[in-house]
């Protein structure tokens, strides 16, 4: 026994640091996000939400999370929200995974990922719409100060092959958070709908968010699938430039008549300035100027005296009248 003793107590001691570090490794632990969900806020617009782990134990870092989106274009970003709103098509389907990494602090391994995902709507293949076309068209709208730039939106598509016999399409665009439905469609020789006309539009025409497009459909024998598209305002770039040019010259016209204006001004105040306090000659120079000649002449009578005085200017001067004192 006496023996055995150091033994048990170095077994005692060895099992209480395992459990020490145990204890500690599961301290640092950073567990997944729990409540992860996906749901649909708009067209081609979803929400992601999570919530933290309850059985979080507290860590001296701060917790973020890391987001990766699988379908239907992958995509990795990290965010210290527990949301996220994405744009994005949503006719093949969505899904996306989350796990808790550490934002600030000691480093520690991130969490294992949770899924979550939205089924693709259904629709029978090769009944959605396709090659669809969008273009914007921007002029200026002279009857609404507010907003001195109208946008007018026209997108066209064909049917798709497989189409049954009396398909119908239907067209939606989505800008930031206003949705709305075509009302003016074109059609085509089977009396379907292959094109649309919004003439006014709440699209920004400077604006910077994609333009969400969805196309569905209904026919009698199947379920048509529905299409989603983006489109970047820039690169349906079909302005009407007419407007810019004639109110470019219409500055330009009010700049130089403002310039002219100005001009005019300060002549008449320089004018009338000299008019009020005219300039002072300086005498001119007896040598430079001019030769005096004084020539005296005593005529008969003794009692008169006339000095005759001539100034005679050098060439390109101006003569003076002889002066008689």
């Not at 996906?38 to 081609?44: D, E, F, P, R």
């Not at 093949?92 to 989350?98: I, L, P, W």
Request: charged residues 20%.
């Amino acid at each position: 026994v006496i023996i055995m003793a150091p033994a048990l107590l170095i077994l005692l001691g060895a099992t209480v640091i395992l459990r020490a570090d145990s204890l500690a490794h599961k301290k640092s632990l950073l567990l997944p996000p729990t409540n992860f969900t996906i749901k649909v806020t708009g067209l081609s617009q979803v929400l992601l939400r999570w919530e933290s782990n309850p059985d979080q134990e507290p860590v001296n870092i701060e917790l973020g999370y890391h987001v990766r989106i699988n379908a239907p274009q992958e995509d990795d970003y990290e965010t210290r929200n527990t949301e996220s709103k994405r744009v994005t098509v949503l006719h093949k389907g969505f899904s996306a995974s989350v796990r808790t990494v550490s934002w600030t602090g000691q480093p520690l391994p991130p969490s294992s990922w949770v899924s979550a995902e939205l089924k693709a709507p259904p629709g029978s293949p090769g009944t959605s719409v396709v090659n669809l076309t969008c273009t914007t068209n921007t002029t200026v709208n002279n009857h609404t100060p507010l907003k001195p730039y109208q946008v007018s939106l026209h997108c066209s598509w064909l049917a798709g092959e497989d189409a049954p016999a009396g398909t119908q399409y239907f067209l939606y665009y989505r800008y930031g958070s206003w949705t709305e439905e075509c009302q003016e469609y074109r059609r085509d020789t089977l009396n379907r709908n292959t094109a649309c006309w919004f003439p006014r539009t709440f699209i920004s025409s400077r604006g910077s968010d994609p333009l969400a497009v969805h196309a569905n459909g209904s026919s009698k024998h199947v379920t048509i699938k529905p299409f989603d598209q983006l489109f970047a305002l820039h690169a349906i770039g079909n302005d009407d430039q007419k407007p810019t040019t004639e109110w470019f010259l219409i500055v330009l016209m009010a700049a130089i008549c403002f310039i002219l204006l100005i001009f005019s001004f300060i002549c008449k105040i320089g004018h009338l300035w000299t008019k009020l306090f005219p300039p002072v000659p300086a005498p001119k120079s007896s040598i430079k100027d001019f030769f005096v000649i004084v020539s005296s002449e005593k005529t008969a009578s003794t009692e008169t005296e006339i000095e005759v005085i001539s100034y005679v200017e050098e060439p390109g001067f101006e003569t003076l009248e002889d002066s008689v004192f």
